[in-house]
């Protein structure tokens, strides 16, 4: 299929900067580390890097707050280093993805700066300013009841001008006013900078909240006080308008990968944002397989509670979007990211006994489907949750935030229920270091230095150095699948086909094209089930994750795949 784009046919890898490699022993990741480990990601053989910010930031949430999108953040390194490390992937044939974060800036960027200054000052309109009101008993009420998605509210009040900004994340992230036209130039024409020199696509961070309505609505009430922006924020009224706008003035005059971080994306909605006309995006990360377990049970506060979704549950929904955005929009795969916990421990089984061979099954289940794969640094190790036993070791401005408010002020939840929220769900589980080889700090950092994040004590079995070592890891087993994916095209064209849908342990598909069929079954549980998939045709073995597949059955956690 000569017209088929690149990216449908790519794997990608996340890389988070700051936990991946340190090559100057500060104790943080940097761009010289990336560099340096470059190799190792040819040998995995995946396509695409897309890379966490690495911009100038205050580093209130670790790059998403960026306070100047044409620099290096110093802690990472410089702009050379950046050049260097792009030319050494596109020599290996790795293409290089940005982090576009312009929903927000940081508080500290010029535009921002100049903006709190005046009411009527030339940048004044580049963030939501409104007046406030102030109660009968003289506190000061912020313009509207929005909960921030860090808690509190969304609104910040600012002495210099006595008008409140609006934050839909931290009080230093401010949001960009896309209303105002200058805003959009401005943001275009960064990107156009990064694609002149070079760069490959954009991942684009939380774009489904770019467009506000702009009468800024009450939201529903909440048990905390503050009301749920969600409706008037969520796919805002404008925001396929300047996708449009964005695609004309930049993404269309560049061979690019765009993939829009959209949670609260419905299938109708992908389907406009990663319409097959090419008008918006190549694909979304929609949300609906990650927050499945938000009603199993129903969370304490917020998205912290200790739910864990059923296979089942996760089968319906990632089988619906194969099966409805086929031909219409592509998907993007996806079980993890930095801001979600380690897939092995929330869908897989993180009990040595079971690690290897369950997380060896997700990555077949996912890779098989119809769409473009991505892995999450570590994940081709089978990294798991950090389990943290106190708020100390946590970095996370989300973490600390709601510990200070559910557990300090509110008494929502005592400090082990907080605990035990963020083992299921914390951001943090993703951002330990990376697990290099099993001398100290992982090889993440010398020895003597201190991480900025503490390392998984687990890191002396589970590490990249063990993994190269043994030809039954993980790792090979994702070398496996990437090296299927580049080698038939069934996997990226195939129809999907769910199968046995009311097997409670058992998630299977198929992918057909006409002169071929790829079966795909996958044991969820630790016990063997029975499984008749393959008793009238076998079919050529493809990958399996057990040395023998045995007929009429599927082995604990067993993953089979087969081609006839
Ligand atoms: O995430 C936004 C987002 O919707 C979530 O995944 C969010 O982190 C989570 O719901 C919090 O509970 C993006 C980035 O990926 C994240 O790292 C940033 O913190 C956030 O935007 C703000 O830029
Ligand atoms: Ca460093």
């Given at each position: 299929m000569s017209n088929t784009p690149w990216w449908k046919k790519s794997v990608i890898y996340q890389v988070y900067p700051r936990s991946f490699?340190?090559?100057?022993?500060?104790g943080i990741g940097d761009i010289k580390g990336i560099t340096e480990h470059l190799d190792y990601l040819a040998k995995l053989g995946i396509d695409v890097i897309w890379l966490s910010p690495v911009y100038q930031?205050?580093?209130?949430d670790n790059g998403y707050d960026?306070?100047?999108?044409r620099a290096i953040m110093d802690e990472f390194g410089t702009m050379d280093d950046f050049d260097r490390m792009l030319a050494r992937a596109h020599e290996l044939g790795i293409r290089i993805v940005m982090d576009l974060v312009a929903n927000h800036t940081s508080d500290e960027h010029a535009w921002f700066v100049e903006s709190r200054k005046?009411?009527?000052?030339?940048?004044?309109?580049?963030y939501w300013w409104r007046d406030g009101s102030v109660a009968p008993d003289g506190t000061r009420l912020p313009p509207n009841n929005w909960r921030s998605v860090f808690s509190g509210s969304a609104w910040k009040y600012d002495e210099a001008t006595d008008q409140w900004y609006l934050h839909?994340?931290?009080?230093?992230q401010p949001d960009l006013n896309w209303e105002n036209p200058r805003v959009r130039s401005e943001i275009y024409d960064m990107m156009r900078w990064w694609c002149n020199k070079g760069v490959d696509g954009w991942r684009m961070?939380?774009?489904?909240?770019?467009?506000?309505?702009?009468?800024?609505p009450n939201g529903e009430l909440g048990p905390d006080g503050y009301g749920d922006f969600g409706p008037y924020?969520?796919?805002?009224?404008?925001v396929h308008e300047f996708l449009r706008e964005m695609n004309r003035e930049v993404l269309s005059h560049y061979d690019l990968l765009t993939v829009g971080e959209a949670s609260g994306a419905t299938i109708e909605e992908a389907k406009r944002y990663a319409a097959a006309d090419g008008?918006?995006?190549?694909m979304v990360f929609q949300f609906e397989h990650v927050d499945a377990?938000?009603?199993?049970?129903?969370?304490?506060?917020?998205?912290?509670g200790v739910g864990r979704a059923s296979m089942p549950r996760l089968r319906a929904i990632l089988n619906k979007w194969q099966v409805e955005l086929a031909g219409q929009a592509w998907n993007s795969l996806y079980?993890?990211?930095?801001?979600?916990?380690?897939c092995v421990s929330r869908f897989g089984d993180e009990r040595p006994e079971w690690r290897v061979l369950s997380a060896k099954m997700l990555a077949t289940c996912l890779h098989m489907m119809q769409g473009t794969p991505y892995i999450y640094q570590g994940e081709e190790l089978g990294m798991t949750n950090?389990?943290?036993?106190?708020?100390?070791e946590c970095r996370d401005v989300e973490e600390i935030n709601i510990w200070h408010q559910?557990?300090?002020?509110?008494?929502?939840?005592?400090p082990e229920q907080m605990l035990d929220c963020f083992d299921h769900v914390a951001r943090d589980n993703a951002r330990t270091?990376?697990?290099?080889?099993?001398m100290a700090n992982a090889g993440f950092c010398p020895d003597g230095v201190e991480p900025w994040i503490d390392v998984n004590p687990n890191y002396q079995t589970i590490n990249a150095a063990a993994a190269l070592a043994d030809p039954d890891s993980i790792f090979y087993y994702y070398q496996r699948l990437i090296d299927l994916r580049h080698n038939l095209d069934i996997i990226t064209d195939g129809v999907f086909r769910p199968l046995?849908?009311?097997?409670?342990a058992i998630w299977a598909y198929e992918r057909a094209d006409g002169e071929h069929v790829l079966t795909v079954g996958c044991n969820w549980t630790d016990v063997e089930q029975p499984c008749?998939?393959?008793?009238s045709n076998a079919g050529?073995?493809?990958?399996?994750?057990?040395a023998q597949h045995k007929p009429g059955v599927l082995q604990p956690y067993e993953a089979y795949v087969t081609l006839r």
């Amino acid at each position: 299929m000569s017209n088929t784009p690149w990216w449908k046919k790519s794997v990608i890898y996340q890389v988070y900067p700051r936990s991946f490699a340190d090559s100057n022993g500060d104790g943080i990741g940097d761009i010289k580390g990336i560099t340096e480990h470059l190799d190792y990601l040819a040998k995995l053989g995946i396509d695409v890097i897309w890379l966490s910010p690495v911009y100038q930031s205050p580093n209130d949430d670790n790059g998403y707050d960026i306070s100047d999108y044409r620099a290096i953040m110093d802690e990472f390194g410089t702009m050379d280093d950046f050049d260097r490390m792009l030319a050494r992937a596109h020599e290996l044939g790795i293409r290089i993805v940005m982090d576009l974060v312009a929903n927000h800036t940081s508080d500290e960027h010029a535009w921002f700066v100049e903006s709190r200054k005046s009411r009527t000052g030339e940048y004044r309109d580049f963030y939501w300013w409104r007046d406030g009101s102030v109660a009968p008993d003289g506190t000061r009420l912020p313009p509207n009841n929005w909960r921030s998605v860090f808690s509190g509210s969304a609104w910040k009040y600012d002495e210099a001008t006595d008008q409140w900004y609006l934050h839909l994340f931290s009080t230093k992230q401010p949001d960009l006013n896309w209303e105002n036209p200058r805003v959009r130039s401005e943001i275009y024409d960064m990107m156009r900078w990064w694609c002149n020199k070079g760069v490959d696509g954009w991942r684009m961070d939380v774009i489904s909240l770019i467009s506000k309505n702009v009468a800024l609505p009450n939201g529903e009430l909440g048990p905390d006080g503050y009301g749920d922006f969600g409706p008037y924020v969520v796919n805002g009224p404008r925001v396929h308008e300047f996708l449009r706008e964005m695609n004309r003035e930049v993404l269309s005059h560049y061979d690019l990968l765009t993939v829009g971080e959209a949670s609260g994306a419905t299938i109708e909605e992908a389907k406009r944002y990663a319409a097959a006309d090419g008008s918006e995006l190549s694909m979304v990360f929609q949300f609906e397989h990650v927050d499945a377990w938000l009603n199993e049970p129903a969370p304490l506060v917020d998205k912290w509670g200790v739910g864990r979704a059923s296979m089942p549950r996760l089968r319906a929904i990632l089988n619906k979007w194969q099966v409805e955005l086929a031909g219409q929009a592509w998907n993007s795969l996806y079980w993890n990211n930095h801001d979600q916990p380690r897939c092995v421990s929330r869908f897989g089984d993180e009990r040595p006994e079971w690690r290897v061979l369950s997380a060896k099954m997700l990555a077949t289940c996912l890779h098989m489907m119809q769409g473009t794969p991505y892995i999450y640094q570590g994940e081709e190790l089978g990294m798991t949750n950090k389990h943290f036993t106190s708020l100390e070791e946590c970095r996370d401005v989300e973490e600390i935030n709601i510990w200070h408010q559910a557990v300090d002020e509110l008494h929502q939840l005592t400090p082990e229920q907080m605990l035990d929220c963020f083992d299921h769900v914390a951001r943090d589980n993703a951002r330990t270091p990376m697990q290099w080889d099993d001398m100290a700090n992982a090889g993440f950092c010398p020895d003597g230095v201190e991480p900025w994040i503490d390392v998984n004590p687990n890191y002396q079995t589970i590490n990249a150095a063990a993994a190269l070592a043994d030809p039954d890891s993980i790792f090979y087993y994702y070398q496996r699948l990437i090296d299927l994916r580049h080698n038939l095209d069934i996997i990226t064209d195939g129809v999907f086909r769910p199968l046995l849908e009311e097997s409670e342990a058992i998630w299977a598909y198929e992918r057909a094209d006409g002169e071929h069929v790829l079966t795909v079954g996958c044991n969820w549980t630790d016990v063997e089930q029975p499984c008749d998939l393959w008793d009238s045709n076998a079919g050529e073995a493809l990958i399996c994750n057990y040395a023998q597949h045995k007929p009429g059955v599927l082995q604990p956690y067993e993953a089979y795949v087969t081609l006839r």
